[in-house]
């Protein structure tokens, strides 16, 4: 069965300061990878997936940047925290399923999130 | 623009007493349609896809249903290990890698 792990489970860091968030997928290849941000109370915000090693898409222009450097492994970063980054970090994965393109439905599975508090 | 909103924001329930949430949604062409529920502090847990109008699917006490216009979750005869957020989510033709989540119904089930 697949699992999804995100690390660290909750972040304390100074504004201005580096990030980098992990998120990695055991027991499946090739999955299409997303980061979310779900701010308190609200649903949640798609920030980037990645279809493939080193391809990433960014649906949200902002601070923070994404990198795919192996297959599972999914990386968030940005190089000067603002307050405005806090919030709760969640990565999904998906793979498609369907026999034809257009019949393409994609479920995405969550992992555990990680709480990042920008000070 | 494709847009998602649930009802009630909140919903407090007492134990056995069923009740339903709602989901609706205005897209250009609905590809499937997510429920999940999420506990607090953790990550979205799926619960069921729905892909055409007048579909059903269920889980214990859980049943979702599809319309045209909208989707319910409902539960029956809920216990407290129910309480939770549910979360609806949309895929439309044109962006298949692409969710729009509902901001949640928050559901309290009294002991």
């Known amino acids: 069965s697949q699992t999804i792990h995100q690390w660290p489970a909750t972040l304390v860091q100074p504004v201005g300061s580096p990030l980098s968030l992990e998120c990695t997928v055991e027991g499946t290849s090739n999955p299409n990878l997303y980061w979310y941000r779900q701010a308190a109370g609200r649903g949640l915000q798609l920030l980037f997936y990645?279809?493939?090693?080193?391809?990433i898409s960014s649906e949200v222009p902002q601070n923070l940047s994404a990198s795919r450097p192996q297959d599972r492994q999914f990386i968030l970063s940005s190089k000067k925290l603002l307050l405005s980054d806090s919030g709760f970090y969640l990565c999904?994965?998906?793979?498609?399923?369907?026999?034809?393109?257009?019949?393409?439905?994609?479920?995405?599975?969550f992992g555990p999130g990680t709480r990042l508090t920008v000070t | 623009e494709d847009q998602v909103t649930q009802s009630p924001e909140a919903l407090r329930l007492q134990e056995g007493e069923s009740s339903s949430l709602n989901c609706s949604y205005t897209?250009?062409?609905?590809?499937?349609l997510f429920w999940y529920r999420q506990d607090p502090g953790k990550g979205p847990e799926f619960l069921f896809t729905?892909?055409?109008a007048g579909e059903e699917k269920e889980k214990e006490r859980l049943k979702a249903t599809l319309t045209k216009k909208e989707s319910f979750l409902h539960i029956t005869a809920p216990k407290p290990e129910d309480s939770a957020t549910y979360l609806c989510?949309?895929?439309?033709?044109?962006?298949?890698?692409?969710?729009?989540f509902g901001s949640g119904t928050q559901l309290t089930v009294l002991p």
């Open positions: 989510a949309v895929q439309v033709f044109g962006s298949a890698r692409q969710l729009t």
């Open positions: 999904a994965w998906s793979l498609a399923r369907g026999s034809t393109t257009s019949s393409k439905v994609y479920e995405q599975y």
């Open positions: 897209v250009s062409g609905l590809r499937g």
């Open positions: 990645s279809v493939g090693i080193g391809q």
């Open positions: 729905l892909y055409s």
